[in-house]
Each structure stands twice: as C-alpha cells, then as structure tokens.
C-alpha cells in the first residue's frame, strides 16, 4: 500500500523491491543502477516520518539575537553636506577612472613590479593590512625623529604602507578587491581615517566590477555609514578629513545606487 507521501509526489522511477529488498546492503557501493535506485527506496522507508530536534536549552541562553542595522547614514551636519552639482561631478570622474582602469587593465598588470613590493597571500589578512596601511597606521605607532628625519631620502613603504599603484590595483581579481576591501573597512570601524587608507578604498571602489555581490553590497554600505559617522563628529566643516569623507559617501550611494545613504543637499 501507498503511503501518503506517495500519493502526493508519485516516484519519478518506480523500483520494485523484490524478494531480495530486505538484503540489500546499505553500506556496500552499488553494483549496478538498479541496486541503487534500491538502496535509496530502502533507506528512504526506514526514515520516520517525524523527527524530533534533540535541543539543548543551555546553548539558546547567549546570542540568540543578532542586531543587524538596516539604517541609513547619519544626516551630514549644516554646512557639511556637498551640492547635488557636487556629488554629480564626483560620479562623473570616478567613472571615467573606472573605464580607464578597464580599459588599460591588462598593459599595467603586464608591467613588472619593483623588486621590493611583495604582495600577500590573498588569505593573509593582517598582511594586507601591513601592505596597505604600512606598520605605523596600522600598529598605530609614530617614528622618532631620528627615524623619520632617515626615512626621509628612501620612502620606506613597510612603514607608511605602499600606494594603490595601478600595476598593483591591475593584478588583483574581484576575490581579492572584495577580500581587501572587507579587510580594510573592518579596520575602519575600529580606527580613525587617514590619508593612506582613503586612497586605497578609492582605488578598489573603482576596481570593483558591477552587478555587485551580496557581500558586496553590504561592505560598501558598511563604508558609507562609518564615513557618515565620523563626518558628524567633525568639529569644523574646514577639517581636512571632510572631503575625502563626502567623496566616499557620495561615491556608495551615487554610483553604486544605495540611495538611502545619499547626502541630501540643504
């Protein structure tokens, strides 16, 4: 007799059992398609038709809620928030180095790097830290004078970080771009903004390749925001930090189309 579940969803490929179904061997490799087609008949009619979670109440005391924020940017303060004529001039330009990086792509990835640069491993995350930032960002230290005043006739980019040259920027695949990026915005939520590291997620914003992944989406979000946060804390609308982080914001929310993050002009 037909079980309920049968009636409801016929078998595809119908498979008598036979006098030998009950001696199948379940753990032995199939001889043949039949047999297998057997094996997953038998093993299927000794599943129970209903299963009970065994749950141990102990494991749902902690971190049973994740709070994830859907919201918006914070509101630009008065006299911080860039013109609409601004944001579109801003669009216009950051699409042209998109294009032009496309375009040139393989001439500079083509080029030869210099001797000292060394890329990390695309899994080495605190390498690329160090690469991208340089050891003083990132370890959060400052060169004495004596060292700064010898570091002045040979940059010494394992210090203040390596810039995103276009030969470097070139060879790196959408993986990288999105791993580098996610590595780097993460480090922006636990630091202040710096020079080094606004040049960088500029140079892999116009690097990352539309239609965006999911992760993706959420990374740039997560840039724009944090950018928003700290323009509302900004004490004077002349500080240095405010166009670079107008710019980023811009850049997420105009080109890349999260228009729930754009500044809206006064």
Request: charged share 25%.
């Amino acid at each position: 007799m037909k079980s309920d579940v049968e009636e409801l969803m016929p078998r595809l490929l119908p498979v008598e059992f036979g006098a030998s179904g009950e001696e199948l061997d379940l753990n032995g490799p199939p001889r043949n398609p039949r047999e297998y087609l057997r094996q997953v008949q038998l093993e299927a009619s000794q599943c129970p038709e209903v299963v009970v979670a065994q749950i141990d109440p102990k494991k749902l005391k902690k971190k049973q809620t994740i709070n994830a924020s859907v919201a918006g940017c914070h509101a630009a303060p008065v006299g911080f928030c860039p013109s609409l004529s601004w944001q579109q001039h801003q669009v216009s330009n950051f699409s042209d180095v998109r294009q032009s990086i496309a375009k040139n792509r393989n001439h500079w990835s083509s080029n030869t790097l210099h001797d000292n640069v060394e890329m990390p491993d695309i899994t080495d995350e605190e390498g690329w830290k160090k690469f991208c930032l340089g050891e003083t960002l990132y370890l959060g230290t400052s060169p004495s004078r004596t060292e700064a005043a010898e570091a002045e006739p040979a940059l010494d980019h394992s210090k203040v970080g390596f810039p995103p040259f276009l030969t470097i920027v070139s060879r790196l695949n959408q993986s990288t771009v999105l791993m580098v990026l996610e590595t780097l915005v993460g480090w922006f939520e636990e630091n202040d903004f710096a020079p080094q590291l606004g040049r960088w997620l500029y140079a892999l914003l116009a690097c990352l390749e539309k239609p965006l992944l999911p992760e993706a989406h959420s990374c740039i979000r997560q840039l724009a925001r944090r950018c928003a946060q700290l323009r509302s804390a900004l004490e004077t609308d002349e500080d240095e930090k405010l166009p670079a982080l107008n710019l980023l914001v811009c850049l997420v929310a105009r080109y890349f189309e999260q228009s729930d993050l754009a500044d809206q002009p006064e």
